[in-house]
């Protein structure tokens, strides 16, 4: 059963979410909060899986609340970013701060459903198009340096950095395994090693450093 958290401070947003997961026979409703603060002390008592959470909130905002559990709980729940527009200017910051993807509050039941149970299992949602177009617009034009170089790229093997471009410009291990002429157990074993020695979590986090140390470059 997966266990999930709602967050957000509209009252018929959360009644809304919370008919369509109590019809889910896999999933459990364990709390909702209406703001950030809340978010993270139900975060640390009901120990959900998941945790949808809104951005814009008063007081303790998603981004907010993202960070606090993250610190509190490392290897805790897995945070689902709810936002209104697909280029919502927080959740680039949300996703930096160990969020596992973000969905469209008008998201169809049953991608939410989905997504729900694809970061339970520990991936992470990305949609290549919109991920990269939202990490594209902050990187492109923020006009500051990259926060990473491309020196931390050297704990990775020629391969392993092939990969690793692969995944931040959208490719799945399928179309990676396809490119590289490799089985797709082989390309899931260089994966898992890249989030390792970068010590990244998941996929998202990968196609953002990959960006940020500049081995892709915006608009490329």
Same mark, same amino acid.
Not at 1 to 4: A, K, Q, S, T
Not at 117 to 122: D, K, Q, T
Not at 176 to 185: S, W
């Given at each position: 059963?997966?266990?999930?958290l709602?967050?957000?401070?509209?009252?018929?947003?959360?009644?809304?979410?919370?008919?369509?997961?109590d019809?889910a026979?896999?999933? @459990?409703?364990?709390?909702?909060? @209406?703001?950030?603060?809340?978010?993270?002390?139900?975060?640390?008592?009901?120990?959900? *899986?998941?945790i949808?959470?809104?951005?814009?909130?008063?007081?303790? +905002?998603g981004?907010?609340?993202t960070r #606090?559990?993250?610190?509190?709980?490392?290897?805790?729940?897995?945070?689902l970013?709810?936002?209104? /527009? *697909?280029?919502?200017?927080?959740?680039?910051?949300a996703?930096?701060?160990?969020? =596992?993807?973000f969905?469209? !509050?008008?998201?169809?039941?049953? +991608?939410?459903?989905?997504?729900i149970?694809?970061?339970?299992?520990?991936d992470?949602?990305?949609?290549?198009?919109?991920?990269?177009?939202?990490i594209?617009?902050? &990187?492109?034009?923020?006009?500051?340096?990259?926060?990473?170089?491309?020196?931390?790229?050297?704990?990775?093997?020629?391969?392993?950095?092939?990969?690793? %471009?692969?995944?931040?410009?959208?490719?799945?291990?399928?179309e &990676?395994?396809?490119?590289? /002429?490799?089985? %797709?157990?082989t390309?899931?074993?260089?994966? =898992? #090693?890249?989030?390792? !020695?970068?010590g990244?979590?998941? #996929? $998202?986090?990968?196609?953002? /450093? =990959?960006? %940020?140390?500049?081995? $892709?470059?915006p608009?490329a």
């Open positions: 059963m997966i266990r999930v709602l967050v957000d401070d509209q009252t018929l947003l959360r009644a809304g979410l919370r008919m369509i997961l019809n026979d896999d999933m @459990d409703v364990v709390g909702e909060a @209406d703001d950030g603060a809340t978010a993270v002390t139900l975060a640390v008592g009901a120990a959900p *899986d998941v949808l959470m809104d951005i814009r909130m008063p007081e303790v +905002d981004l907010e609340a #606090r559990i993250r610190a509190a709980l490392p290897d805790g729940p897995r945070i970013i709810l936002t209104t /527009f *697909d280029l919502d200017e927080y959740v680039y910051s996703l930096r701060s160990g969020a =596992s993807g969905l469209l !509050k008008d998201a169809l039941a049953a +991608d939410l459903l989905s997504a149970r694809v970061v339970a299992r520990g992470a949602i990305v949609a290549p198009p919109i991920t990269r177009r939202l594209e617009r902050h &990187i492109g034009t923020s006009g500051d340096p990259l926060p990473r170089t491309q020196a931390e790229l050297r704990v990775l093997t020629d391969r392993e950095r092939e990969v690793l %471009e692969l995944i931040a410009r959208g490719l799945s291990n399928a &990676i395994a396809g490119r590289l /002429f490799l089985t %797709e157990g390309v899931k074993g260089h994966v =898992s #090693r890249i989030l390792t !020695k970068l990244l979590r998941d #996929r $998202v986090q990968a196609v953002i /450093f =990959s960006y %940020e140390c500049g081995l $892709v470059r608009g």
